[in-house]
């Protein structure tokens, strides 16, 4: 397999190992076991935000997909594994009468990935909803509570080597419908101002601290939109979003274009994009 194969930018080289466990219990297990082979492993969702290089990977990806088990609601409480689509859970949510996360119903990744870096649109992040998270720990599947976990701007406390096997969230009561129309009205949004159906891992770069100008805004003053390097080129719908094009783009492509970017800002702002 090539990493190309498993991620929404199609691109990245040769795979030595893809294991897919069907159930969070033996995600566990296997990680352990990798651990006590000393076995480098990385985890992988939908890829849906993953720029991977064009180099060999020789380590095992222990892709999630399978993590997908209907989630389990009770009252406002929800259970979900890792692999389970984020746009559906929202979807789910919404039809149970449940709102707090319909403003992520657009993020075309999985839980797991969401959690890991606490995915957020319009104003609502994931780490607020979370009362638990189901890690591996020793082989096992272990819960901790979602206020151990510190919860930052796109990012979180978990550490590299941590697996995420799946959260209880809690959301609070609403109206479907209400929560149905704001779901289609961020949609909406979404359409009119992001390059859908595009080969893209979403906003490539972070907003800077409030009070600045968005990252979009400031690389479209910049006239970059529709510049290209190689395979992949600056979307001309929303500056921020870098595209891939082609059965030949390549990761070093998009990652020369993000660096052309990045200098361009610093040269013009003083600001340094992550």
């Excluded at 409480?77 to 403003?103: F, K, M, Q």
């Excluded at 209400?178 to 906003?203: D, L, N, V, Y």
Aim: net charge negative; charged share 25%.
């Amino acid at each position: 397999k090539r990493f190309a194969e498993l991620t929404s930018l199609r691109v990245g080289g040769a795979i030595d190992w893809v294991l897919s466990p069907q159930t969070e219990d033996q995600a566990a297990a296997l990680v352990h076991e990798l651990a006590q082979k000393e076995i480098a492993w990385r985890p992988l969702g939908s890829g849906s935000n993953v720029l991977a290089d064009d180099g060999a990977h020789h380590y095992v990806i222990l892709t999630l997909k399978e993590l997908k088990a209907d989630p389990v609601f009770s009252g406002a409480r929800v259970s979900v594994s890792a692999g389970y689509s984020l746009p559906r859970l929202c979807i789910d949510s919404g039809r149970h009468g449940l709102s707090g996360i319909e403003g992520l119903s657009g993020i075309p990744g999985t839980v797991g990935g969401a959690l890991w870096m606490n995915a957020g649109a319009f104003g609502q992040e994931i780490g607020t909803a979370v009362e638990t998270v189901r890690v591996a720990r020793d082989g096992r599947v272990v819960e901790i509570p979602g206020s151990e976990v510190k919860w930052d701007y796109r990012h979180t406390s978990f550490q590299e080597g941590e697996l995420l096997l799946g959260a209880t969230l809690v959301l609070h009561p609403g109206d479907a419908e209400e929560i149905r129309a704001r779901m289609e009205a961020a949609k909406g949004q979404r359409m009119a101002t992001q390059p859908h159906g595009a080969r893209s891992a979403g906003c490539f770069f972070k907003n800077p601290p409030a009070g600045a100008l968005g990252t979009g805004k400031m690389i479209d003053d910049l006239g970059m939109k529709g510049t290209r390097r190689g395979g992949a080129v600056v979307s001309p719908k929303h500056a921020n979003f870098i595209v891939t094009e082609g059965d030949d783009a390549r990761a070093e492509d998009a990652l020369a274009l993000a660096e052309e970017i990045r200098e361009r800002v610093k040269r013009e702002h003083g600001i340094n994009l992550e």
